[in-house]
Structures are given as C-alpha cells and as structure tokens.
C-alpha cells in the first residue's frame, strides 16, 4: 500500500490507476492526486442503492470535467441486506453514537466489496492499481475504513486474483496495490493537500450530504465533517460557494 | 480457519455457521460436515447468471431435504465484467490450458466476492462464521481457491467487520472464521469423506455439469474432475444412480 504524497512517485507513471470514485470530497481529491501519479487513469462507480441520485450526478459531472472513464456498476446487494440508514429510506440517519458501537449508517462491508468488486473489474482492464479515499483519521466508526483492512485486503486480492503468486511487493511490476493517500490525513490536512493538488474546482461539484440536498443540508453528519475539515483548513468550501451563486 | 475434520470439534457447537452453498458436490460435502460441527447451520446461494438453472435447483433441493435456511442474493456484476465462459453463452467452455494460464471459466475474484457477501450477510445474522467448499488440490487453476488467499481473506473480512479489533483469534468467541474443510483434500479423499459424513444422499441431488446438463455431460472439465474422485475413491457416484434411474 502507498501512503504516496507529494512529490510525485515516478514509478507510478508506467502505471495505469483505478480509482474508487464516489463524487465525494475524498474520491474525488484521490483523482486529482491519481491523475497526477499515474500514467492514465480510470473511475468505477457503485450505484449501491443510496438514498439520492445527487451522489452519480457529483461522480458523472466530475469525471467527464477531468476527461476520465466512468464505468459504473449497479449492486443491489446492501439493499436487499438492508438494516442501515444508507439505503433505508425508512431509517433517519443518525449521528455516530458516543458509546463507540456502530453507527446506523455501517453498511456492513461496504468499501470490501467495492474494492473487491473494483479488483475485479481492475483485473479485466490488466490495471493492477486501485485508489481509494477511505481514511482512518476520519473514519466515522467503520471498521472498513482502517489501514489494517486495507492492508489484509490488498493480500487476499492480490492473492485472489494471481498477482502476488510469486511474492512480488504490491509497488513493483506484477503486483496489486491499493493505495491510500488519505488514510492518516485529517479532514483539514486532506482539504490542504485538495488545494495543492488543484482539486478545489472539482470539489465544487463533489457531493457530501447524506440527505441528497443541494444547497446541502448543513446538519448530517457528513455536512458537519466537510464544514469542520474546511474551516479547520481556513480555506472556503467551494461547493458552498457554488451553491450561494445558485448554480445547481 | 479451521481445517477441522474427524472427530468433531465440541467448540464449534456453541456457534451458528454459514455455508457459502452451490448445490455442487464440494459445497454438499461441506452443508453435511457444518451440520455435524455446528450448533445450528444457515446457507447462502449466489445467482451471478450461471449458465443453466440446475445449480439452484440442486441448491434448493438438497437445502430442503436438509432443512436448512437457504437465502439467495443474485449477483449481475459477473455478467456485466463478462469475458469468461461461465457466464457468456457464446464462449465454449475450454480444458484447463496446458501451460498453466488461466482456463476460460475463471471469472475473476469470484470466491473472494462470493465471500465477502457471505460475511456481509453473517454480520447482519450474528453469524461468525463461514464455511466454503474451496479446495486447494483440485483448484483448476483459480487462484481464488487456495489457502494463502482465504487465509488473507480471512484477515481481510473479520478486520473490515470489526471482528478481530481486539486481536481475538478466529476460533475463540468473537473472532471471524472462514472454514474449509475441503482445502487440502483430494477429490478421491473427499468423496471417502462425503461417504463418512453420509452425505452421498444429498449427493444424488447435486449439480456439477458446466453444460447444465442431467444426466451429466461427462465431458466438461468438472464432470470428469467429480468422475475421476469417484472412480479413484471406489465408489459409485449417487448422481449417476439416480440418473441411469431416470430420476430426474
């Protein structure tokens, strides 16, 4: 796993990068940082059932800014699973409860199957490298989100799929990497680096709200994240300045 | 993971298991040793556009006989990805390619999603674990069957869940297990062990044929893998019985 931040990793530029891309603040910024490390890069999106279409207009809209294919696979899995405020219209979501447990918002297992599921796809591509924002610092209570799993996963998908057969290092010609180049950042420092990396253009179009709102809504627990990682960052969140010209 | 056999282990009786089930022959063997090891036993049965119907016919018919809880979750993610002859009417079904490669029926990180999903669903049932028919000896040339993968998997799953935060083993309450009981088993060796368990039975009603076929092509890569076990085992297989009964 690559925790590559600046400066650009060289090795990286005769690979190709598939990015687990969600049009929000965090798949979005790794984009930015993908199109910046890879020789060309490509997005997966899953279409999982979530409460709003605003999330695939975010992903469509900025993928077709940066001149990147956008390959989007439907999973009815977590919807027949259901049981979570995600892809429960009847659920409210609620903020992450003090106790430590699991919010109501834990779709169990999402980001494995997405990255397993993107894995897959990666592996009819011949891309041998996946991106995604998910991020320990920040990670809201999902188990899924931590540098532990990730690093047990990118193992068995490499294994799964015949590319660590020989036991070649995930970074090296042949090997599987998923690299996550937000994992120990906070939501400032992330909001920091999406300046440096010219991605605030593109965060103007990324959607966060959990309820599906543009102006968004303010008071989810994803809008209260976003808010304090800009604030926190003393830079202005270009999506609220998009929204308060009234450009949907 | 556990590569329990004889006798059985009393541990395991405080536990629920999951079989990932394919009404196939391995995964049959597999029902009867969880049904022997566990306190209680649920199945689950992935519809990812399988050439023919015959696979969740066999699935349901001996899950009943067994009565045992089938859930099915059907997959189009196979499909769309393509490219492999288990799921593309067009393409021929081919030998395993003498130079290694992959054959044409690998479709890429199915055990690992098959699992991934299996895991998803324990979590929402309490269920810690997960037993499959994937096995190491025979593994055709699919990666995604051999030990060291399951064993990372096994990692992979029970960190993203939350299962194994504090360190907990995967046998001990608490930890996640992936259980395969056939891993290191010949097919001669399996069929003994079918034998012992008494699950020739639920043999009779089991699916194999790539070609969907009953009676049974004979042909395929699979028919002469399960043909080649029973002959080299001694005894007669229970689906070709009933077949030259005319049972269908």
């Not at 990793?9 to 984009?31: E, N, W, Y």
């Amino acid at each position: 796993m690559s925790q590559a931040g600046t400066p650009s990793s060289p090795s990286l530029k005769a690979r190709r990068g598939l990015v687990v891309f969600s049009g929000g603040q965090d798949s979005t910024t790794c984009l930015h940082w993908a199109l910046r490390e890879f020789g060309s890069v490509e997005a997966v999106f899953f279409d999982y059932g979530q409460r709003h279409a605003a999330e695939i207009q975010a992903a469509a809209t900025i993928a077709q800014r940066l001149s990147v294919p956008l390959k989007v696979f439907k999973l009815d899995f977590f919807r027949e699973l259901g049981g979570n405020a995600l892809v429960d219209q009847a659920m409210a979501i609620e903020a992450m409860p003090e106790g430590g447990g699991l919010p109501n918002t834990f779709v169990p297992g999402r980001n494995l199957i997405f990255l397993t599921y993107a894995a897959s796809y990666a592996f009819t591509r011949g891309i041998h490298d996946l991106v995604t924002g998910v991020c320990q610092t920040d990670y809201s209570g999902y188990p899924d989100c931590r540098d532990a799993t990730i690093k047990s996963l990118e193992q068995a998908l490499g294994q799964g799929l015949g590319w660590n057969d020989s036991g070649r290092p995930p970074t090296q010609a042949g090997g599987f990497a998923i690299h996550t180049p937000l994992m120990f950042r906070t939501k400032a420092d992330s909001v920091h680096w999406a300046a440096e990396l010219g991605a605030l253009q593109s965060l103007a179009f990324s959607h966060t709200c959990y309820e599906g709102a543009f102006p968004p809504c303010g008071k989810c627990p994803a809008c209260l994240l976003r808010k304090k990682g800009f604030e926190e960052a003393g830079i202005a969140d270009p999506l609220e300045t998009r929204a308060s010209l009234g450009n949907a």
